[in-house]
């Protein structure tokens, strides 16, 4: 099955109706647009010319069917094929150093031969992901822009090929959207961007019953990861830290300071970007470094 980039939407929320429903276990290729949603062209293009309230669209949403409040959603990523063009912005009073950007920069990229063309003899490594995944919030609408709990824009770098986001789901069918897909990204992305491509990504959908977690994870041959999104860096760490304790917890069957003192010895704790409405963190247990089988069941 395949999902056309003219089915792109700007809010997370149950009263999107879906525009396909599939059985667990299907291979969707959703077509995606890029973070501006194609508004940008040329460098020489005056940003004040961009509609803001058309950035960050997510292509869907799609039904699963047999998906209820409770079940995990599994979605692994299969392919990312990225468009031949991106696109990176520089804006005053965006992200980490914007206080310092006098004036707005606007570059339009190659991708070919999985490198960017950024410029000035420098080509990065293409690592397409995908920025913005999610499903219908428990409550509420939120914008594609904006991470929390059902998933939404967590710019975590790790979400690519290989890649099995699991997400909560809140309401009937789960209503997957995805989009903001990046040639490459680094942690934090701290100027607000990174290299932003429209592509298709392809993903195997899987439900597991009654397993829902708490927040998203992203599960990787040998690592699991853990991921929260709060208004701050300190309040986004102590989620992202709780959540991994109390998994260590259940998993080994180990009192609080046990799995506090484990969680201090074996998780790394990164920033997956400050740049957002909220802030991402994740928790990284490098599950190929412990002795044992430390595999994830999602609702753990």
């Not at 206080?99 to 950024?118: E, N, P």
């Not at 990046?182 to 993903?203: K, L, M, R």
């Not at 994870?217 to 304790?245: C, H, I, W």
């Not at 010895?265 to 599950?287: E, M, Y």
Request: hydrophobic share 45%.
């Amino acid at each position: 099955m395949r999902i056309g980039a003219k089915h792109a939407f700007f809010t997370f929320s149950a009263d999107n109706p879906p525009v396909a429903r599939v059985a667990p276990g299907t291979s969707v290729t959703f077509v995606t647009q890029d973070c501006f949603s194609g508004q940008v062209a040329s460098p020489d293009q005056r940003l004040e010319e961009v509609d803001f309230t058309r950035v960050n669209p997510a292509t869907g949403p799609l039904y699963i069917e047999g998906a209820e409040p409770g079940d995990a959603l599994r979605v692994r990523i299969e392919a990312i094929t990225p468009a031949a063009r991106g696109v990176t912005v520089a804006i005053p009073g965006l992200g980490v150093l914007g206080d310092r950007v006098q004036g707005s920069l606007t570059k339009v990229v190659a991708v070919r031969d999985q490198w960017v063309d950024f410029g000035a003899g420098i080509r990065l490594r293409a690592r397409p992901m995908v920025g913005v995944i999610g499903v219908a919030p428990a409550r509420g609408a939120v914008p594609c822009g904006v991470p929390g709990d059902h998933g939404g824009n967590l710019d975590t770098k790790q979400i690519g090929p290989g890649a099995e986001v699991v997400l909560p789901v809140f309401h009937p069918g789960g209503l997957l959207g995805l989009g903001d897909v990046h040639a490459v990204i680094g942690d934090g992305e701290i100027c607000g961007t990174g290299i932003e491509v429209a592509a298709e990504v392809t993903v195997t959908v899987v439900v597991d019953k009654g397993a829902a977690p708490p927040r998203p994870r992203v599960k990787l041959p040998g690592q699991l990861l853990f991921l929260a999104s709060a208004e701050t860096l300190e309040e986004a760490l102590k989620m992202v830290a709780n959540d991994v304790v109390s998994y260590l917890q259940l998993r080994y069957r180990l009192d609080f300071p046990s799995a506090y003192a484990l969680a201090s010895a074996w998780a790394d704790f990164h920033i997956s970007q400050a740049v957002n409405p909220r802030v991402t963190v994740k928790g990284i247990l490098r599950t190929s470094e412990v002795a044992g089988d430390a595999s994830d069941s999602p609702g753990s």
